[in-house]
């Protein structure tokens, strides 16, 4: 297997794992917040 083919393959999911992680700790907790609340 060559050597830039797993770092490539490594760097890809580290950078999907990174945004999925950022994903989640951006989100809203919309179910948390009682009804007819805004958010701004």
């Known amino acids: 297997m060559p050597s ?3 770092g490539l393959a ?3 999911v580290l950078a ?3 945004l ?3 994903g ?3 989100r809203t ?3 948390r917040l ?3 609340s805004r958010i701004a």
């Open 29 to 31: 907790p919309e179910r």
């Open 4 to 6: 830039w083919f797993t």
């Open 34 to 36: 009682p009804r007819g």
């Open 16 to 18: 999907g794992g990174a």
């Open 10 to 12: 490594i760097q890809l």
């Open 24 to 26: 989640m700790r951006t």
């Open 20 to 22: 999925w992680w950022a």
